[in-house]
């Protein structure tokens, strides 16, 4: 599957179609014309081929994840101790034992910082590497720029059939296209992966049809179709473009390769267990099989982050169980060749209060917040930035949600600084910030 | 330091050519910043939103995009770098030549060899020391190109000039400072030079041309060569929408396509206005009346059907209901039921937007009231508006004068003024259910500054006349009179082209919000009809559509004749459109004969009447419903994809709805089983109701046989149906409408 040829994920759009038929005949077109306009365009090719973005949803603590203080007082440093990374004098929040002792091939960003508060904006920030254009609340889903994922799957797509960008479960709030349109929404893949009946949604076969009477309804398809096509591409039917999709869509369906990606029963038991035998841990390998599929862009959506109380219980039970998945998808990406080739990145919308507060947990916290990076040749062993002695803010090496998208744009190939044209013909700049975290690159 | 030779007379000799005045006001006097050295850095593309012209600008300098801000751009050459950007002593040191000749690394390139005309300007206004242009220079008043229009044949070339009008009445030949762009370059391509060449393909395009903050355009017409002068038989005005689409055809030599069956027409008019498939009965009566005027009722009946209100609210929902996690849901849910009841009532539309821009009172209340809870700022709620209801895109605006647009950021904020007294009680926003109730109501103070100048704005409209407003009176009135006045034409036409652009695939204006000189309609004596229609109809919806669908224009083929193949937006056919997302779940629903339920809406509920998109639905989420998290207004594409297709094809939710014990599919099996129904009986009302018409002989033949392939005893209906069921509902005769 991965050798295959990408193809542009999207189909033409009604405004693209009306452009297409010339537009094919003779080349070039507005789009193309637009897209010339990109004088300073800067591409550098790809390092990494696919990123899985673990998203923490809520904003998980950098003291109990990676950036522990446990020198400051204990209403900053809280219940945990510390554990040793391979890298000397470099420590982990005690229950990340695993990472902890894979440190070289991961890094760890202590620095990043913003100015978003809450959920709704924090998640679009970090989501997007755009800052909400208007101010919003806690509880909002927002979208004023494209996500991260969507802008992958319009810029490298994916095998024909493929959906380029998968969100599991459910959509993150900032995830959606915005103006790239329904073509680069994520594709969301309900369900726990753990439960021994499970599906990757459309496709694979519903539950309870086999294979031959689906076989058996798409030739009595093809029978009674006699619907007319105009082929000549000036035309620009849009009947023919679905019948590319239908096509793509067929050929997923009877790819032997394609279907084994999405069934996580053909994993080793072993394997599976490597990964941890709960949602979250089955997300993560079948967010590998994936990646094997072609897919460019998988986030897995991991909520239950957001710890204004009882912070230390919770984690207590939690940490020690993401600990494992994390580190087995890191090694065993890195036993089969592919993590420097793909980019692995832990993070939520913001870190958490210096202070334990009145109920034992903490509180939302942009100034600081920790981030893990794994993969696509990323130098390992290395924290970047720090955050104050209380860890109160990020105070050397201060980075930029911006920066942040920047790195996962250069990693995969896209130049952070190209223009997108919204269907009105705005310009948008991917991130407005093209500056990558250098420590990253490599 | 003395000039040895003007540059502007050096420049002119170079351009001059017959028929360009011979008046150089400047000629005897060194370049100048604003009038000679802006448009060089414009129209090399030095201060264009990729380069220097981006907020943060490039490699530490920073322009004004399209230099709308003189001060800032001269400050930026002259004042920063340490005097290297531009030295007066050394002019050739100066990094903006050097730069700007590739003498040193540039990220943009050689942009201007030293032996550019436009770099000797350069230098010799860096030399001079950067004169700014005086107050009392004479000001560009317009720019013209010649010729005005243009007829080419394929391939054929015409040069075009560009000449600068100023307030003194003299002009200057500007053709190698202004920029040029095609709308259509496919059809009609222009180079940096002004010079147009026409495609191999018939077609029109608009060639826009620009200097400093003024445009001109030049439409360029390429007939189809065999020109068609007779309409195809069969064509009749029924109209006057008729005859203005046939000019238009004529004039490039298209001719439109055959009428539509009485089928397709059904189906396409339920589609269209109530979004809702035909019954089988319907089909069926449909097309065995033979009274001559029955489309024409068919129109009048759909547009009496409950239906109807639902569907053209889903439209408009899209573009005025906000997220619920801004506003909260409460608000939403009565925005919501206001928007709808205006489509119930067919309110007028000059009313219905009245009514939003003036809206006052309770936002759990009057439903109108959320447009302000959820645009709070002036320079939101004017940029919302007058997308909405003018069919102004003021964006750009509000930041910088847009190269494509007449208006400047001083019209905007005087625009902007009329929504400064706004006042605001109660809980205001907390959302996503705790929002709480919040009243609109007129504030007795509250003002507009201009951002740069700081200078208090009066309210004024953009163009035209509105009522002056009394000292404490609603300035939102005067505002919504100017708006919704018979003289603003934009008002009547931006709405008759989004009714257009739903009943025939496209709008007359592309995208439809979107009127502008430099944006031209492709028939705009159509438009002008329409709006003109609609506007003496008293802005009523239902009688445009009315008007729309009685045009032989709407009852055109899909299908294309050899010779109007390659038109795609003249109307000489109709074209195919895919169903939008809630009117196919409801048509899956209605076929399979299982409901869908949606959170937060009572059991029975259609698609088209949900009053949020924010419930869970993969199926309306594929098929691009407005992104749940996305600010209004918002646009569909209409795109197809891979998903849809995997969605169709492999859905457990429309498998369940197939193979439901309750569903259609079962109960036409056990007609067949119990001898109810014959095998070709259910053929035809599948259909009827999956295409609007009945199968041909052939079609049923290749169903039954299908059948007969089947030879396990007892599930063997069952399974026949539901496998007709799968293939209709995955085919695109059931997807797209003709």
């Not at chain 1, 021994?196 to 398809?221: K, Y």
């Not at chain 2, 370049?31 to 981006?54: V, W």
């Not at chain 2, 190109?145 to 054929?156: D, G, H, S, T």
């Not at chain 2, 419930?615 to 600010?631: H, I, M, T, V, W």
Request: aromatic share 8%; glycine share 8%; hydrophobic share 35%.
């Amino acid at each position: 599957m991965a050798s295959h040829k990408r193809a542009p994920f999207h189909g033409p759009s009604r405004r693209d179609s009306l452009q297409l038929g010339l537009t094919a005949l003779l080349g070039g077109g507005l789009a193309t014309a637009l897209r010339a306009t990109d004088a300073i365009e800067v591409n550098r090719p790809a390092v990494a081929k696919a990123c899985i973005l673990i998203w923490m949803d809520g904003g998980p603590t950098h003291y109990e994840t990676f950036d522990p203080k446990p020198d400051a007082p204990a209403e900053y440093r809280g219940e945990f101790k510390t554990v040793a990374t391979t890298t000397p004098g470099v420590f982990f929040s005690e229950h990340m034992k695993k990472l902890a002792a894979q440190f070289g091939k991961l890094s760890v960003i202590r620095s990043i910082r913003h100015d978003q508060g809450n959920h709704g904006a924090g998640n679009h920030y970090m989501m997007t590497g755009a800052p909400p254009r208007i101010p919003v609340g806690c509880g909002a889903f927002v979208s004023f720029h494209p996500s991260m994922g969507s802008v992958v799957s319009h810029e490298l797509g994916a095998p024909p059939g493929v959906p380029p960008y998968f969100s599991m479960s459910g959509m993150a709030r900032s995830g959606g296209p915005n103006f790239l349109g329904e073509s680069h929404a994520p594709f969301v893949v309900d369900g726990d992966p753990n439960n021994p009946n499970f599906r990757v949604r459309d496709v694979q076969l519903p539950s309870g049809m086999v294979s031959l009477r689906h076989e058996r309804r798409a030739s009595f398809r093809r029978q009674i179709d006699t619907y007319r096509r105009d082929l000549d591409k000036a035309v620009a039917d849009p009947a023919v473009a679905l019948d590319q999709h239908y096509n793509q869509a067929a050929d997923l369906m009877q790819s032997e390769s394609a279907q084994a990606a999405f069934d996580l029963t053909r994993e080793p038991l072993r394997v599976r267990e490597l990964y941890g035998r709960n949602a979250f841990g089955q997300r993560a390998l079948l967010a590998r099989r994936l990646v094997e599929a072609g897919v460019p862009f998988i986030t897995i959506n991991d909520g239950g982050w957001d710890h204004h109380s009882k912070l230390f219980e919770a984690l207590n039970k939690r940490l020690p169980a993401w600990d494992q998945t994390v580190a087995a998808l890191i090694t065993d990406l890195d036993q089969r060749g592919m993590l420097d080739s793909t980019l692995v990145i832990a993070l939520g919308e913001f870190g958490r209060t210096p202070q334990v507060n009145k109920d034992g947990g903490r509180d939302h916290w942009s100034n600081a917040m920790s981030v893990l990076w794994a993969g696509g040749k990323t130098p390992g062993g290395q924290v970047i930035g720090s955050t104050d002695k209380k860890g109160f803010s990020a105070f050397e090496r201060v980075l930029s949600p911006e920066n942040f998208a920047s790195t996962i744009y250069r990693k995969l190939g896209i130049n952070p600084d190209k223009l997108l044209y919204s269907p009105n013909g705005r310009p948008n700049l991917i991130v407005s910030d093209p500056n990558p975290i250098r420590e990253l690159m490599g | 330091m003395i000039q040895a030779f003007s540059p502007l007379v050096w420049l002119s000799l170079a351009l001059l050519v017959p028929g360009a005045e011979n008046a150089l006001p400047n000629s005897s006097k060194a370049p100048t910043f604003e009038r000679d050295i802006q448009p060089i850095l414009t129209r090399h593309g030095c201060n264009a939103g990729p380069c220097h012209g981006k907020a943060r600008g490039q490699n530490g300098f920073a322009l004004s995009l399209f230099a709308y801000d003189h001060d800032f751009d001269h400050a930026s050459i002259f004042g920063q770098a340490r005097g290297r950007r531009a030295n007066p002593e050394s002019p050739d040191e100066s990094l903006l030549l050097r730069k700007a000749a590739g003498s040193m690394a540039h990220g943009g390139g050689r942009k201007l060899p030293t032996d550019h005309a436009d770099y000797q300007v350069l230098r010799a206004w860096v030399a001079a020391g950067g004169p700014r242009t005086p107050e009392s220079a004479p000001k560009l008043s317009k720019i013209t190109v010649n010729p005005e229009r243009r007829l080419l044949e394929p391939k054929a070339s015409q040069p075009l000039q560009v000449t600068a009008h100023w307030s003194d009445g003299s002009t200057t030949e500007v053709t190698s400072l202004a920029l040029f762009s095609s709308s259509e370059s496919v059809i009609a391509a222009v180079d940096p030079k002004g010079m147009v060449k026409a495609g191999p393909l018939p077609g029109e395009a608009a060639i826009m041309a620009r200097y400093m903050d003024q445009f001109a355009v030049c439409p360029i017409l390429i007939p189809q060569k065999s020109s068609a002068k007779q309409a195809k038989s069969g064509w009749q005005a029924n109209n006057r929408i008729d005859s203005l689409v046939l000019n238009k055809l004529n004039e490039l030599g298209l001719e439109p396509s055959g009428t539509a069956s009485d089928a397709m027409f059904l189906r396409r008019a339920h589609l269209d206005i109530i979004g809702t498939l035909p019954t089988p009965i319907e089909v069926e009566a449909f097309l065995v009346d033979q009274s001559t005027n029955k489309r024409s009722k068919l129109v009048d009946t759909l547009l009496t059907r409950p239906e109807y209100a639902d569907f053209w609210a889903n439209k408009w929902t899209d573009l005025l209901r906000p997220n619920p996690y801004h506003v909260g849901i409460k608000a939403v849910m009565n925005y919501d039921a206001w928007i709808r009841d205006q489509f119930r009532q067919n309110r007028p539309y000059d009313q219905f937007v009245r009514d939003i821009l003036t809206s006052k009172g309770s936002t759990f209340e009057d439903g109108s009231t959320v447009f302000y809870r959820n645009r709070r700022e002036p320079e939101e709620l004017t940029t919302m508006a007058c997308q909405l209801f003018l069919g102004i895109r003021l964006d750009c605006a509000k930041c910088h004068h847009h190269p494509f647009e007449v208006y400047s950021q001083a019209d905007f904020f005087s625009l902007a003024a009329y929504f400064s007294r706004i006042g605001r009680k109660g809980v205001g926003i907390s959302a996503p259910i705790s929002g709480g109730e919040e009243t609109i109501l007129v504030a007795s103070s509250g003002s507009v500054n201009h951002p740069i100048t700081g200078k208090l704005m009066q309210p004024a409209p953009l163009y035209g006349k509105a009522p002056e407003v009394a000292p404490d009176a609603d300035l939102r009135e005067s505002f919504a009179t100017w708006v919704t006045s018979p003289e603003n034409l934009n008002f009547s036409k931006v709405m008759a082209n989004r009714v257009w652009a739903e009943l025939m695939s496209r709008g007359i204006v592309e995208p439809v919000d979107d009127l502008r000189a430099t944006n031209p309609p492709t028939n705009g004596p159509l438009l002008d009809h329409l709006a003109e229609t609609f506007r003496q109809g008293g802005y009523d919806i239902k009688k445009l559509i009315r008007h729309i669908c009685a045009s032989h224009t709407y009852a055109l083929e899909s299908k294309p004749e050899e010779n109007n193949r390659l038109d795609n937006r003249n109307f000489a056919r109709h074209y195919r459109q895919r169903l939008r997302a809630e009117v196919l779940l409801d048509a899956v629903s209605d076929i399979t004969g299982v409901p869908e339920t949606f959170q937060g809406m009572p059991p029975g509920s259609r698609a088209i009447q949900a009053w949020t998109v924010r419930f869970e639905s993969q199926f309306l989420d594929a098929f691009g419903r407005p992104d749940p998290n996305q600010d209004p207004p918002c646009e569909r594409l209409g795109q197809t994809t891979v998903v849809q297709a995997l969605h169709l094809m492999n859905s457990p939710n429309l498998e369940r709805k197939i193979s439901e014990e309750k569903g259609r599919a079962k109960a036409l099996a056990d007609a067949i089983t119990t001898g109810k129904k014959q095998p070709d009986q259910v053929v035809r009302e599948l259909y009827l109701r999956a295409y609007g018409r009945p199968p041909l002989p052939a079609e049923t033949e290749k169903c039954l046989s299908q059948l007969d392939s089947l030879t396990k005893k007892g599930l063997k209906n069952r399974e026949w149906v539901e496998d007709m069921m799968w293939a209709l509902l995955n085919s695109p005769e059931f997807v797209f409408k003709d």
